[in-house]
């Protein structure tokens, strides 16, 4: 059983897929681990630590693929790199297909199973599993982070002889687990924190962190939440109701962070260029969602954006920024659920494809698109026969 970790493709990805410490636990199941040259410097990782681990380093990332049973990835490969896949390989990473139907197919096509981690279930036994939640944790603190180098006073209240600092005030938008570690983050540095989201069951969690719950808690809000924890689409009467109350609160403060998304989906607008035009010069945008187009109006994925003295930050990877600690929960996430498809006594592959966490990853199969949200629709019966029904009737004619 090999399995391959290559180094990732693209100027923005700084994680990896494998860290020593997993290395040492594949290799305890089994595995022959091959990690391609220089995949983990980015995070603090030089190739003698997976040396020692036990990880076999590979010149080039063909060499680390070559004839492996499972490649760990952080981003899915692009088209060019699966020839060196064998298929039926198991490829395990963030496949973000959601608008990426190509290159989902080019992985149907290339014969390997496609296992897209974000789609893990958020059920008890699938927690340790959860990239989504371990990356946008550490987005919501490296945002506050990256809001505090960018704003040019102090976060907290300082009292000194010379007169009184105020708190900085910060606007957390989305309250799911990136906003929620934006929210203690700023707490922590002594700034005065405030929150929205539309899920009901936000507030309290916003409450419990000290701070402040802005909202238009109306009926809508109230049943405003999937049964999967997400956050529903919003009429457009409240959506409208939402932006007069956030315009006016937005006017008050120092930094804004946006946090929101709903899968699939491009992401809301909730700050708008008269909203941004509000703010005070100096103030500070952090868009979390920049790479979904945004929620910020004006805001650019990669770049800082001033505008009238204010800056819209728009960062990619912004959980990659601390690649070292982002690496090592990813790289945990990935072994917990692999561990789960190798039968320990035969020390190999043993995946059962009726366990609700592989139905609920599993994008290619066979050399077919199987989940069911990007999967070829079969036509409907009637249709067929409608089509089939001219050629008959042509028939009859001649």
């Known amino acids: 059983m090999k399995v391959g970790v290559p180094a990732e493709n693209g100027a923005v990805e700084s994680r990896v897929a494998a860290t020593p410490e997993t290395v040492k636990k594949l290799i305890a199941l089994g595995a022959e681990v091959v990690v391609e040259t220089g995949a983990g410097l980015a995070s603090r990782i030089p190739d003698a630590d997976y040396e020692a ?8 990332a063909t060499t680390a693929v070559a004839g492996a049973d499972v490649v760990l990835k952080v981003r899915r490969p692009a088209p060019a790199e699966l020839p060196a896949y064998k298929a039926g390989a198991l490829v395990i990473a963030t496949m973000d297909p959601y608008g990426n ?11 390997v199973t496609a296992i897209a981690m974000e789609f893990m279930p958020r059920i008890t036994r699938a927690q340790v599993m959860d990239v989504l939640s371990s990356q946008a944790n550490l987005a919501g603190y490296q945002a506050v982070i990256d809001a505090a180098s960018e704003y040019d006073r102090a976060f907290p209240m300082m009292m000194t002889a010379a007169g009184t600092v105020p708190a900085a005030r910060v606007f957390i938008m989305g309250a799911g687990v990136a906003g929620l570690q934006a929210i203690a983050t700023a707490r922590r540095l002594g700034a005065v924190v405030t929150a ?98 945004g929620n910020v109006e004006g805001a650019r994925p990669g770049e800082i954006v001033v505008t009238d003295g204010k800056k819209i930050v728009g960062h ?58 990007f999967a070829p629709k079969e036509a409907p019966k009637e249709i067929l026969v409608a089509e089939t029904a001219p050629a008959a009737a042509e028939g009859s004619r001649s």
């Open 53 to 60: 681990a036990g990880a076999k380093i590979a010149p080039d």
């Open 316 to 373: 990619l990877n912004v959980a990659g920024r601390i690649a070292a600690t982002a690496s090592q929960l990813y790289a945990k996430n990935l072994y917990a659920f692999l561990e789960t498809l190798i039968d320990k006594k035969a020390q190999a592959l043993a995946v059962n494809w009726d366990d609700e966490l592989v139905k609920a990853t599993v994008l290619t199969r066979d050399g077919r698109i199987v989940h069911p949200a």
């Open 101 to 111: 139907e190509a290159d989902v197919a080019a992985m149907a096509g290339a014969g």
């Open 196 to 293: 929205t989201d539309v899920r009901p069951a936000a507030k309290e969690q916003v409450e419990s962190l000290g701070a402040k719950f802005v909202a238009v808690e109306d009926e809508e809000f109230k049943q405003a939440e999937t049964a999967a924890g997400y956050a529903k689409p919003m009429s457009a009467e409240y959506q409208a109701k939402q932006a007069a109350l956030v315009a006016e609160h937005i006017k008050k403060q120092d930094i804004v962070i946006t946090t929101a998304l709903i899968p699939g989906r491009a992401a809301p607008r909730l700050v708008s260029a008269a909203m941004v035009a509000s703010m005070k010069p100096g103030s500070v945008l952090v868009d979390l969602a920049v790479e979904r187009g």
